[in-house]
């Protein structure tokens, strides 16, 4: 039985593994599980500075999906590398995130991987 929209599914599987494994690099001395929770609560923090609607603990589990001790555990570590601060109960990103080598690899290969991939489905989506 053929998988449907397989090549679709592939390069996007493609892309997703691209991502983590520059999270690996850029959240360096973690396993790659680690680090796909670590991101994801350091991107919520990150939106919610951006979007001038701070992230509190429970809003950041309910938002990622995470318990509230994996959370806690998460934003500790990131405070603990400077990557967010705690202000009263809410959190912000803190001066490690602002590491301009770091930042920029990170921007650079995912803007690469993303366009990249799009390239791929583009492609697929005029031959079909």
Do not use: C
């Not at 500075?49 to 806690?72: C, H, Q, W």
């Not at 998460?74 to 705690?86: A, K, W």
Request: charged share 25%; no cysteine.
């Amino acid at each position: 039985m053929p998988i449907r929209y397989q090549q679709e599914r592939a390069a996007i599987a493609r892309m997703l593994v691209g991502l983590f494994r520059m999270w690996a690099d850029y959240y360096s001395n973690m396993q790659l599980v680690d680090t796909i929770e670590f991101g994801f609560v350091h991107l919520f923090v990150f939106l919610g500075d951006v979007e001038n609607k701070p992230m509190s603990v429970s809003k950041l589990s309910r938002v990622t999906g995470m318990s509230r001790a994996t959370v806690v555990r998460r934003l500790q570590e990131l405070i603990e590398r400077n990557y967010i601060e705690r202000r009263g109960r809410f959190y912000h990103v803190g001066d490690g995130a602002f590491n301009p080598e770091n930042i920029q690899m990170a921007v650079e290969r995912t803007t690469a991987i993303i366009i990249r991939t799009a390239k791929e489905l583009s492609k697929m989506d005029t031959q079909g």
